[in-house]
Structures are given as C-alpha cells and as structure tokens.
C-alpha cells in the first residue's frame, strides 16, 4: 500500500505532481485561457457583492489559507483576512452577509474549523469549503466546495493535500479574478500557463532527494534552528518549520526575515542552521541583506532560491535551486525541498515518520 516507498509521506511527497495535474485539469478550459469551477453555485452578482474574505482553518491548512489570502487579494483585489479556527470564534470576527468565509481542511473533520464554518453560517455569511474528504462534514455543510483531487492522504504530517490546496486557491483566485475583472485576459493566461508547468518542475525538484537528504542529516544533530522568508516566503517558511516540528521535533522557528532584528536576532549563534527562502523576485534584494544579518552572527544558511537568481548564491553556505516560475506560485514548489527536508530529519533521529508523538490525523475534539 507504501508502493514501494518506506512510509506514506515520502510517498505522498511523491504523489504531488498527479495531485497538481488532477486538481487543475478539469477546471482550465481547453485552450488554457481561463478556468472553470463548474461546481460553485455563487453567482457573478453574488461574487460582485463579496466586499471581504475571512480564511479560516488549522495547521498546515491555515498556512496554505495564509498563501490564499496573497493569491486573492493579488489577482482579486478584495481584502482578506485569515484566522486560525481555534481564534475565530471567540474573537468576535466582523461577519456581515457580503463576507465570504474559506474554511480549509484536509480531512473536512476538524472540530475547530467545522464550528467556526457553522458561525459563519449562522451570521449570514456564504461559506466555501476546501477539503480533501468528499462527503466529510465540512464538505456537507458549506454553501460551496472546491474538492482538491489529492486523493487519501494517511501519513499525519500533510503534504499533498496542502500543495493541493494552494492549487485550489490558485484557481478560486483566478476565477475571481475573471468574473471581476481585475486581471487582463493576458495576465490570467500567463498564470494558468505556469500552473501547467508545476507538475514537471516538482518532479525535477523531487528528482533532487538526495542531495536534501545530505543536508537533513546534518540539520538532525542541532536542536535548534530558523526558517526566514518574506511575503508568501514567510507563509512557506511556517510551513516548512510546523513539518520540521512535527515529525523530527526539532525546535525551530519561523520569521518574517524583516522581523528578525526585533528581537529574534539574539538566538542567532555560530553554526546555527537557517535556512533562507528567496524565491519573491521583488523582495530579493530585501532578503539578501536580512541573510547577511545572519550571517555575520555566524549562521550557516541553506538558501532556497530561483533558477537564473546565482547572485543569492555568493551570500550563503548552501543553495537549493528551485525551478523557475511567478513568484505567486513559488510556494508550490518552494515547499517541496522543506518536506523532504523534515522527512529526512525525522528518518535521520530515528522517529517514526508518519505517526508523530502525541498527534492525530484528525483533530475532532476542540
Ligand atoms: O484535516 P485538516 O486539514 O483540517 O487538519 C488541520 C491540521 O490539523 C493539520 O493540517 C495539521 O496541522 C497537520 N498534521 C500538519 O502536518
């Protein structure tokens, strides 16, 4: 049932390009000019009246929500909010008839985000569904659903299902986009041209396991250690630091590398490791000059950066080159060497890789 791999995650790693090719290819249209979610019953009208978003979810779901909330507010331009669904509820969050509530969840059965999409729905708002799990509770429930096509994911640590999810909101980006008008017929084309290249660009990324696992080994025999990142970096970089977390338990942390001179700086020592996501064009100059930061503290720092990007290379120890693409897509692809990452972590001090301690698949209590 592993077909061949050692556990489910590796396997399931190993499954993200069909996950990408099946949640995609029935919703862009033949000449690969827009998109189409036949499944949404909201109406252009209903659409036009969205005046905010909430995102709400747990976990890797909520990172891959953080990603949502960039992709909408880029291509849409309405603004988003994002919660974790532990949070929501209490907090009084502003629900009015024109907000759209996202509420993301593998599994469709976390008690969490299955209350705040039942809040939701009691203030009056539409609620569109995520999930992974046809016919799960979340999926029951919701006015709308977009199902990823990641198909069962068992190992506890999720990685297909998040990059589907990015998938997911890529498409419900775009298709906002073309009912609102906000990005030309060009623009829309161009993403979706190089959505279409992202399941070959993970293959050669996973073709590229070893050299990670090299790099896994030695970050398993340090206790500590940092992911930094800018923009959508920094919502990858969560990620990346909850999987280390999860299933190697090492410690790390996750910054907004802007953010690292207001405090965090301080816990940067010789040799630690940090590692160092640069893949947003734009801001690159930005964190080339937070990695020096770290580096002059001693640091040894893992680069994740974009094929054609080698001045990013002369300042740090490593680099692991990802393919190229637009920067709003790089989390579907800067994610993949961070999974094999803690994978190899995890095998590496000995865990057990795809039940971690003390951890559920499905979280269903509160
Ligand atoms: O099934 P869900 O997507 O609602 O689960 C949410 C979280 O419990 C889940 O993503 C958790 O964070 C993962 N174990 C992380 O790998």
Known sequence: EKAGFDHFMLKEIHE?????????????????ASVTLNELSMTVEEIRKISRVHIVACGTAFHAGMVGKYVIEKLARIPVET????????????????TLVIV?????????????LREAKRCGAKVLAITNVVGSSVAREADDLITTWAGPEIAVASTKAYTSQLIAFYL?????????????ADEIKEVITAMKALPEQVEAI?????????????????????FIGRGLDYAVALEGSLKLKEISYIHSEAY?????????????????????????HELLEKTVSNIKEVKARGANVLGIAVEGEEELQKSVDSTFIIPKTLDVLSPALAVVPLQLLSYYASLARGNDVDKPRNLAKSVTVE
């Open 16 to 32: 993200q390009p069909k996950a990408y090719r099946d949640t995609m290819s029935s919703r862009i249209s033949a000449d690969g």
């Open 83 to 98: 919660d974790v669904a532990s949070e929501y509820r209490y907090r009084s969050p502003i629900i009015t008839k024109d």
């Open 104 to 116: 993301v969840s593998q599994s469709g059965e976390t008690a969490d985000t299955l209350a705040a």
């Open 172 to 184: 419900f980006g775009l298709h906002l986009a073309q009912t609102l008008g906000t990005q030309t």
């Open 206 to 226: 996973l073709a590229q396991a070893d050299a990670l696992k090299v790099v896994a080994e030695d970050m398993a025999k340090h206790d500590n250690l940092f």
């Open 256 to 280: 907004a590398a802007g953010e690292l001179k207001h405090g965090t700086l301080a816990l940067i020592e010789e040799d630690v490791p940090v590692i160092a996501l640069a893949t947003q």
